[in-house]
């Protein structure tokens, strides 16, 4: 399937290949144009097809891994996924896109060197769109979010965290003001999904083997305290799995707070809507995900949360040549028994619905019918730190050990590439044989901050 040439640096004479535009290089993103390029093998050799992606970073972060990742037990560089080395078919554009007018199917985008040029944004044709931008973080209009809280989403927030708790471990260490200790050594978690959940098993776990190696801070004296405006937490694994984290979370001297939320965190105190006030220096926030501001800027219709309106078979409803998937996408749940299901926004789904998503955009190009996508929901599985864990697979419920080793050999599975895989089976088994690395790397975040301080600049303003 080949197009007449038309105004993209083509001479009239020469053919214009079909220009797929993949938004996005997330999970939906990168497993899309990796099922792309192997299926459209012969059209990408012969050059009549072009897969194109945009996207803000040049990797794909595995997200259920950031919780290691923060604790110590996964190096960072093994949680991204490099684009260019995996999409080696691929153009790969490190950029962001603005908008989207499908009709003219054209998509309006900035790059890294876009500011330099002062030229202003960048036009691209396609022919076939796929939206997966993925999400963002939902945040609310609490007074000192902005200022103080940390996020949860990224591998860079993830290293961050870790070297921010390590440091206010320091930071306890060295004071004589008792109120600047207790602030420093109290961590507060908006949020009981997956990500607080699994966030704070993990880096709780992490500080209390830390304490061993400082001679006035213990493991008791630290306080970890987890807001969740909802009567339960990890609804994904159900009822029974959540109260059972409740008290484990309980026995190890968390403060689980169900139906409370977080009023206030101005001037490093957290203020709960039961009452409850808190000093503290750390406020992790992950109370859920909002669709990226760039669907509402694409023209496609969406439904009420601001997510694509999709089909089973992945196209964006009342549309040709758009696609969706992912936490961006509304698609139906065509095995649910009840009429308006739709797929959950999770990893599980994400995953499969790339390759499904590949396979249609596939039989598009070669003029063939589509498919549905089908998968029935198996369960879920939750870290709690090492050695913890929950599950809730196939209707068995597990936990303790057994439901931490279902976690990372599920993870492990589903982690790309075989070097992937590999190194995160190397360090796990090395973190098993050895003790945990326990430093911090704060002037990552100011590599610059020691030269400019010779160079007669001043020291950076610690956001600590």
């Known amino acids: ?126 022919d076939e769109i796929v939206m997966a931008p993925g ?53 507060v978690f908006v949020g009981g999904g997956y990500a607080g959940v699994e966030a704070l098993g993990e880096l ?17 004296d630290m306080k970890w305290i987890l807001v969740e405006a909802s009567d339960r937490i990890l609804p994904e694994v159900g009822a029974e799995m959540g109260k059972y984290t409740v008290r484990e979370l309980r026995r190890r001297n968390i403060d689980v707070r169900l139906e409370t939320r977080l009023d206030s965190c101005e001037d490093r105190v957290a203020v709960l809507s039961d009452g409850a006030r808190f000093p503290t220096r750390t406020v992790v926030w992950t109370a859920g995900v909002k669709p990226h501001p760039v669907l509402a800027a694409s023209g496609l219709p969406l439904n009420e949360r601001g997510r694509l309106k999709c089909t089973a078979q992945l196209t964006v409803e009342g549309t040709t040549h758009a696609w969706g998937a992912g936490d961006a996408a509304a698609v139906p749940d065509v095995t649910a028994g009840e009429p308006g299901k739709e797929c959950a926004p999770n990893a599980q789904h994400a ?57 990372r050999v599920y993870h492990l599975s589903r982690v790309p590439t075989i070097n992937r895989k590999s190194r995160v089976l190397a360090e796990w088994i090395l973190s098993g044989l050895f003790k945990r690395e326990i430093v911090s790397l704060g002037s990552l975040e100011h590599p610059r901050a020691e030269f400019e301080l010779a160079a007669g600049g001043k020291r950076p303003k610690e956001s600590s």
């Open 1 to 126: 399937m080949v197009k007449a040439a038309i105004s993209r640096g083509t001479t009239p004479a020469s053919p214009d290949p079909v220009r797929v535009l993949v938004v996005g290089g997330g999970y939906v993103g990168m497993y899309t144009a990796l099922r792309l390029q192997r299926k459209l093998k012969p059209e990408l050799k012969r050059g009549e097809v072009e897969i194109v992606m945009i996207t803000p970073d040049p990797y794909m972060t595995y997200q259920p891994f950031l919780p290691e990742a923060a604790a110590g037990s996964i190096s960072p560089r093994h949680v991204v996924v490099p684009l260019r080395r995996v999409l080696d078919k691929c153009r790969i554009v490190i950029g962001e896109v603005r908008s989207v007018d499908h009709a003219k199917r054209t998509a309006t985008f900035t790059t890294l060197a876009t500011e330099e040029e002062g030229a202003g944004p960048v036009d691209m044709t396609y």
């Open 135 to 187: 999400s963002i973080a939902r945040t609310l209009p609490v007074p000192g979010l902005a200022e103080y809280a940390i996020g949860f989403k990224t591998v860079e927030e993830a290293i961050g965290l870790r070297n921010h708790v390590i440091e206010q471990m320091d930071i306890a260490s060295s004071t004589r003001d008792p109120g600047v200790r207790d602030a420093a050594l109290t961590f």
């Open 204 to 220: 709780e776990d992490m500080a209390r083997y830390a304490a061993r190696y400082y001679h006035n801070v213990k493991a008791d």
């Open 351 to 407: 995953v499969r619905q790339a390759k499904a998503l590949g396979d249609n955009i596939t039989a598009a190009v070669r003029e063939q019918p589509l498919q549905e996508y089908t998968h029935k929901y198996v369960g879920s599985v939750a870290s709690l730190g090492l050695h913890k864990g929950v599950a809730h697979v196939y209707g068995r419920k597990l936990k303790g050990y057994p439901a931490w080793f279902m976690h």
